[in-house]
């Protein structure tokens, strides 16, 4: 690419952008060399030089670090073809008003918006990292996630675990790195709960191998199920003697309502 001395001093100033990018995007943790991704990274940004308008109303920094992530993303998108890699941040959705491109990291730390249904509705990743969340994350942190990803407000989450809204925020912050280092980490744990993801429902499941007191939870959910509000509408469940399932809509109150059994499942596990 021809670049003039102004522009060639311009991309020098902004390497420490492309280093920034290239690491939250995951360049250390996946199987290609650190030095390939920064020279992708690059390359968005002589891009960025090349081709930014100043008359137009938003910062340098902000367009060449968009045209940096996308660079890097779409190698991401070229190597992920002929590998079985799944890292977090493979690209996975676009932006059609702004072609941003947004990866399984920036799902999860907003799990609450509407992109997360509509990524989790079609991505297998996504469900290993929610199973992550059921199963690895402890009590309080998988509440704060499950009430996040029900839209809920930090205040609300604050009176449900009995903290500060100040704890909230830091709480969020904790189990997102958790969940990252989880899954990049491919660490095991104990797997008491289950969700899979079907046409028009999410299947979330638990069994009296890992869970006591089945029969009466089971008759507490269909309790609640006739309180108006409790949980959400148009799901049904079944006992089947050793396991729960229950078949949940494709909404956002879904992850209200798997936030609400875990809490009556710990109510009982702790004699409450």
Avoid: W
């Avoid at 959705?93 to 999860?108: G, W």
């Avoid at 029969?215 to 799901?235: A, H, P």
């Avoid at 049904?236 to 909404?251: A, D, F, N, V």
């Amino acid at each position: 690419m021809g670049l003039t001395a102004k522009q060639q001093e311009l991309v020098v100033k902004n390497q420490n952008l492309v280093h920034h990018i290239a690491n939250r995007l995951g360049a250390r943790h996946c199987s290609v060399e650190y030095d390939d991704i920064i020279s992708i990274g690059t390359i968005g940004l002589m891009k960025a030089v090349m081709t930014f308008d100043s008359d137009k109303n938003y910062a340098f920094s902000t367009y060449a670090g968009q045209c940096i992530k996308n660079e890097i993303l779409m190698y991401y998108r070229k190597v992920s073809k002929h590998t079985q890699d799944i890292s977090l941040y493979s690209p996975i959705t676009q932006d059609s008003k702004s072609d941003e491109t947004k990866t399984l990291m920036d799902i999860i730390e907003q799990p609450y918006s509407d992109e997360f249904i509509r990524t989790i509705e079609n991505n297998d990743i996504f469900v290993q990292v929610f199973n992550i969340v059921l199963n690895y994350l402890d009590y309080k942190k998988k509440l704060t996630v499950l009430y996040r990803m029900a839209n809920k407000a930090q205040h609300y989450i604050a009176k449900k675990i009995n903290v500060s809204q100040s704890y909230v925020a830091r709480l969020e912050r904790k189990c997102y790195v958790e969940i990252r280092e989880a899954f990049t980490q491919n660490v095991s744990y104990k797997a008491v709960f289950s969700i899979s993801v079907l046409d028009l429902h999410y299947k979330f499941t638990f069994s009296s191998k890992d869970i006591h007191h089945l029969d009466q939870i089971y008759s507490e959910i269909l309790k609640n199920m006739s309180v108006s509000g409790n949980y959400s509408t148009g799901f049904s469940i079944q006992h089947t003697g050793e396991q729960i399932e229950l078949l949940l809509p494709k909404l956002t109150e879904s992850f209200e309502t798997i936030a609400q059994i875990v809490e009556l499942i710990d109510n009982y596990d702790t004699g409450n």
